[in-house]
């Protein structure tokens, strides 16, 4: 079971001075503006998991990541729309009620605080937890961080199938995105596959975990989905780790100053957890290579509200 949530399909937007200045051409496909509240590519894949819980008649749905999690604001978004609860399990951290923690918050989110080390044993602590709910008669459904499992991939593969009808896919030298969990990088993967296309799809590790970790993650992404009777064997994807910056949710200052350039240059607006990473690796990487590139554009705008102290500097020197 699909439900129909976001606003589809997201336009492409080609990206004429910054294509100009870095010597290559840049596509984007606006996936910022899947929705409003629902915004990015998380959307995407909740419109696959949410119908699973559904149809499987959840009346709550447990998810978990980072305070400023854009997976967990789109979920509590989606649950709230559907009339069920949310559970948010988020890790430990300076709690400032602003960006996707406000919008959680106002949503009427329902929040668990995790240690570093009990996010790390996730599945056990959400098992405890659905437990003590199904005891008081609630029927708890579970999504996975970042909704990426194989199920919530599908909404990338699905984003292919659109993709197809908007540009000549065979004339793209790459397709890059940002990686968080996996699953959309997954999907993207399976769907060029599945269709016939050889075109590299690159990530950019956007977290404190390895591109060996998410080789491991995403490939066995790509398995569960042969399980869905999709020919996803021969997919292939690459996961770059220099662009991660101090820390997952940390931008580095050359993110920071890309942000501005593109809003400024533009009027697209990155984020500074993955989007901003995700496109300045994409700069670096095809500089003056005369190449064809599409960029998928995950969203986080709520992102920057809760980092609007990394552009103070930028806001006093003009």
Known sequence: MKLELAFKPTPIQFLKKTSKEYGFEIY??????????????????????????????????FTCGGLQSNHARATAYVARKLGLKAVLFLRKGEKNLNGNLLLDFLLGAEFVEVSEEEYEDIERIFLIHKREREKKGEKVYVIP?????????????????????????????????AVGSGGTIAG??????????????????????????????????????EDLDLKTKSSSFEILDSYRGPGYAIPAEE?????????????????????????????????FSGKRVLFVHTGGLFGIFAQSRRFEQCFTTQ
């Not at 990426?148 to 659109?162: K, T, W």
């Not at 697209?268 to 670096?284: E, Q």
């Open 28 to 61: 984007v496909k606006r996936d910022d503006l899947t929705e409003l509240v629902g915004s990015g590519n998380k959307i995407r894949k909740l419109e696959y998991l949410m119908g699973d819980a559904m149809k499987k008649g959840a009346t709550i749905v």
């Open 145 to 177: 961080e970042g909704g990426s499992n194989a199920l919530g991939a599908l909404g990338y593969f699905g984003m292919v199938m659109e993709l197809e009808k908007q540009i000549d896919i065979e004339s793209l030298d790459a397709v890059v995105c």
């Open 188 to 225: 993207i993967s399976a769907g060029l596959t599945f269709l016939g296309y050889n075109v590299p799809v690159i990530g950019v590790n956007v977290t404190t975990k390895n591109a060996s970790y998410f080789a491991e993650k995403v490939s066995k992404i790509l398995a569960d989905m």
């Open 255 to 287: 993110d920071v100053q890309i942000i501005k350039e593109m809003a400024s240059k533009e009027a697209i607006l990155l984020d500074p957890v993955y989007t901003a990473k995700a496109f300045r690796g994409m700069l670096d990487m095809f500089k």
